[in-house]
């Protein structure tokens, strides 16, 4: 049971808009593989999962078995690509939910050839994607370690290498001389893969940068049809509404996004109390805010712990009735105090939006008067707070309960 009035409304209709827009973007060199990992980035898995695959997605990524089993409940027939690799002990878990497991190390090949062998599973019954390390160094087979790592795929008859991937570190930096590096080696990687006698029916390389940037698709299309497979993008953050900016070399930002895309979620919240103080009066921890005037302050049941990040403190803003409420004081564990002096007529029970849009109270209340769209989004949140929108959505804790919405 939720009576704490705190909770996110997932758009459907933007979640498949996005889908949608973002696939005629990829088109027609590449299809989609829709990622859903870290609890679709805080929108709530079990929702946007299933929305994804009626928007059209064959092919969904998940960060761990954990989440692959919790997306398979829900998604019978996708494609679901765990993207992390995985531990000794969930071999039987992949197999039997249809899962596919990323590899790139002797362990992991050893540990679901002999678990292929356990079932007794025949030929090629097992597929695996292989993950590349172009030049970022985190996860995938370096090009060194490729050879070996082929020839044990190959020995290995229960698996099939269905697929071979990299990624790029920096996709949002137009021209990047490292992103060039990258996709030179990855073709020299997948010309490896065909030496050996391999034949995976999917390349995949990219996420939202790469997507929306578009520039390096074709290439990357061409690389995958020279293996005789499809080629997917992988975006992630595109498709729950928010992109990086592109930027150049020099860090200058570039141009503007070649998709319209729209925040899947809005964060809201009531008014708990509302409360009139004297100028001089000290708010919060540390008393870091005193008021200058006397002021309205309206009391909101959210704070840290449930993602509300701290560094929003005396810098971020809500919205109420239309207009800006400015934070005071330290955001606490459970509690954050606004500033509603400027707005009228605001009610303890008040919707409060803290990531989301409001139409603005038109001032001379005529019907013809100019509605306006005040928004807050994951990025200011990310902009006052010294971080990425990523970290932002993904932070907004269990204790939120996540809401379908139209
Ligand atoms: C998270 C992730 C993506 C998606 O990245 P976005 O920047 O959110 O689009 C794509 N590929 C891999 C391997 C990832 O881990």
């Known amino acids: 049971m939720h009576t704490r009035p705190i909770w996110a409304e997932i758009s459907r209709s933007r979640l498949a808009a996005n889908y949608r827009a973002l696939q005629f973007a990829a ?3 590449a299809d989609l593989l829709a990622v859903v990992k870290a ?16 928007a059209g997605a064959q092919w969904l990524g998940v960060t761990s078995v954990e989440e692959g089993l919790l997306v398979r409940k829900h998604c019978p027939q996708a494609h679901i690509l765990v993207l992390c690799g995985f531990w000794p002990g969930d071999e039987d878990a992949l197999i039997e939910h249809a899962l596919t497991p990323t590899v790139w190390t002797e362990q992991h090949i050893a540990l679901l050839a002999r678990a292929a062998e356990r079932r007794k599973l025949t030929a090629q019954s097992v597929p695996v994607h292989l993950e590349i390390d172009t030049g970022m160094t985190r996860q995938g087979a370096a090009l060194a370690e490729l050879p070996e790592v082929l020839e044990q795929l190959r020995a290995a ?25 990258q996709q030179a080696r990855f073709a020299q990687a997948l010309t490896m893969v065909k030496a050996a006698g391999l034949h995976p029916a999917w390349v995949h390389a990219g996420n939202s940068s790469t997507l929306l940037a578009q520039d390096r698709l074709p290439a990357l299309a061409s690389l995958a049809g020279a293996l005789g497979a499809k080629f997917l993008v992988r975006p992630g953050l595109a498709l729950y509404g928010y992109a ?6 020099d860090g ?3 141009r503007p996004l070649p998709v319209e895309l729209q925040p899947v979620l809005s964060w809201k919240t009531r008014v708990a109390a509302l409360r009139t103080v004297e100028r001089g009066t000290a708010v919060g921890y540390g008393a870091t805010y005193v008021a200058q005037k ?3 302050l309206a009391l909101l049941p959210v704070g840290y712990a449930d993602g509300f990040h701290r560094g929003l403190s005396s810098l971020g803003r809500v919205l109420v009735r239309g207009q800006h409420a400015p934070i005071l004081g330290r955001v606490s564990m459970d509690l954050t105090v606004v500033d509603v002096s400027a707005v009228a007529d605001v009610a303890v029970s008040e919707e409060v939006m803290l990531i989301g849009e409001q139409t603005a109270a038109s001032a001379a209340a005529s019907p013809n008067a100019e509605k306006k769209n005040v928004h807050v989004s ?14 932002i959505l993904c932070g907004i804790s269990v204790r939120v309960p996540r809401v379908g919405a139209t």
């Not at 609890?39 to 009626?54: I, N, Q, S």
């Not at 990086?244 to 070399?249: E, S």
């Not at 200011?380 to 990523?390: E, L, Q, R, S």
């Open 294 to 296: 006397a002021m309205r």
């Open 252 to 254: 200058s930002v570039v």
């Open 378 to 391: 994951a990025e200011d949140h990310a902009h006052w707070a010294g971080t990425i929108a990523y970290e």
């Open 244 to 249: 990086l900016p592109f930027v150049q070399q």
């Open 39 to 54: 609890d679709a980035y805080g929108h709530g898995v079990t929702l946007c999962a299933p929305w994804l695959v009626e």
């Open 157 to 181: 008859s229960a698996l099939r290498l269905d697929g071979v991937f990299t990624h790029f570190a920096s996709p949002e930096i137009l021209n990047s001389p490292q992103n060039d590096a």
């Open 27 to 29: 088109a027609p060199h």
